[in-house]
């Protein structure tokens, strides 16, 4: 166990002392958690293969789910890895610095745990003053997975980092809650088109736009868990962002939506258990629960992406045995919001009669096998 220092920085113009001070630290090999405009991040030195199996430990993270390292200019993301195809000059000119992870071929300098191994390494450029600034004092690109124990909800508060991590870590900066709430999203540009791997924070319509023929990989619309060989994102098959409580997604139209999320709660609140409602402020005063929550504005995407790991966080100090959640469209940020609901309710899905197909703007040429999802 080792005392982990918490310093409050300003997000804007962070205490240059403070992060040279913790900057150190990542240069010792130590880790360091540091917000980014997603979510919390845990770092350490990406060229250095011990501090990088610190963070696996830390995070009890399995072995074979490479982090993303991050830099603060595209001059050290050339260095990471093999050849820059001319499609992700564009997209780091569009999207960088911002929520886009990108997959290249890996170049000799980086290590293999950095990577697990694998001949690909994700990079990303994020767009926070606080995560470039220790990227640009530590000297070094930082390998950083998001700051929670492995299968947690993704933390966006230094309090959620502390939670999950303290007495782990040597230290987390703290510069208030994050702003887009969700990951980044991680495009694989080894593959033709370019295939999102997870979506996040740069939409599937933004990217359309700039790339003009882009796919989902299966995974990203999975409404179950898929057999191994058809994802290529190591992360998939492990367990992701789940409460403490047992959770039910419900899916379709609102009003169906609203009727069976109610039906589902009287269930199991006959049967004695205490339960959470995942609402949004068009449907929180519908239900009679034990705790009810609202997300936000279902004509405010990204409020709901925002708010989504923080709730889920919260639940586990209402000590529910059961949350249902409300399903919401699943288009631009909906999309990593829906994504990320899915895997916390680990697949329990359930569809309200009615529904309209919440994946309606998908059209089935964007998907690669689609098919075999619906
Ligand atoms: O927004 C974010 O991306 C946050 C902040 C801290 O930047 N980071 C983050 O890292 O979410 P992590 O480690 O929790 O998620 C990394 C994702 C995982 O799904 C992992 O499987 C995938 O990126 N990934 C990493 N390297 C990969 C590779 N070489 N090929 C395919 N997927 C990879
Ligand atoms: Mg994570």
Redesign the pocket.
């Known amino acids: 166990m080792k005392k982990t220092m918490v310093l409050k920085v300003n997000s804007q113009k962070p205490d240059r002392n403070k992060i040279r001070l913790v900057a150190g630290f990542i240069r010792n090999g130590g880790l360091v958690a540091f917000p980014?405009e997603?979510?919390?991040?845990l770092g350490a030195d990406a060229l250095n293969g011990a501090a990088v199996l610190r963070l696996f430990e830390a995070k009890k993270r399995p072995l074979d789910?490479?982090?993303?390292v991050?830099v603060s200019d595209a001059e050290t993301a050339y260095r990471l890895v093999r050849e820059v195809p001319k499609i992700a000059e564009k997209l780091m000119a569009e999207f960088w610095p911002g929520?886009l992870?990108l997959?290249f071929e890996r170049s000799k300098i980086v290590p293999d745990v950095t990577?697990a191994g694998?001949d690909?390494?994700?990079v990303?450029m994020?767009r926070h003053n606080v995560a470039l600034t220790l990227i640009r004092e530590s000297g070094c690109p930082i390998s950083?997975?998001?700051a929670n124990l492995a299968g947690k909800p993704?933390p966006t508060t230094a309090q959620h980092v502390l939670e999950d991590l303290d007495g782990r870590i040597d230290a987390v900066l703290d510069a208030g809650p994050t702003n887009i709430g969700v990951?980044?999203t991680?495009l694989?540009l080894t593959v033709s088109p370019p295939q999102v791997?997870?979506p996040?924070g740069t939409s599937y319509e933004a990217l359309r736009k700039v790339l003009g023929k882009v796919e989902l990989n299966p995974i990203v619309v999975a409404d179950r868990t898929l057999p191994l060989e058809r994802t290529?994102?190591?992360?998939v098959k492990h367990k992701h962002y789940a409460p403490d409580a047992e959770m039910f997604l419900v899916e379709g139209e609102v009003e169906a939506v609203v009727s069976k999320v109610g039906e589902l709660v009287r269930f199991y609140r006959k049967k004695g258990r205490r339960v959470g409602v995942l609402a949004t402020d068009e449907t929180i005063d519908r239900y009679q629960a034990d705790v009810v929550k609202s997300l936000g504005s279902r004509s405010d995407l990204a409020s709901i992406a925002r708010h989504l790991f923080g709730l889920l966080r919260e639940f586990n100090a209402d000590e529910v045995d059961v949350i249902v959640a409300e399903g919401v469209p699943a288009e631009e940020l909906g999309l990593a919001v829906m994504n990320r609901l899915r895997k916390a309710a680990g697949y329990k899905i359930v569809k309200a009669a009615n529904m309209e197909n919440q994946f309606r703007n998908l059209k089935k040429r964007e998907l690669a096998s689609f098919s075999m999802l619906f």
């Open positions: 980014t997603t979510v919390y991040g789910n490479p982090p993303i991050h929520p992870t997959i990577v694998l690909t390494v994700a990303r994020p950083a997975p998001s993704s990951e980044s991680v694989d791997l997870r996040g290529r994102s190591p992360g």
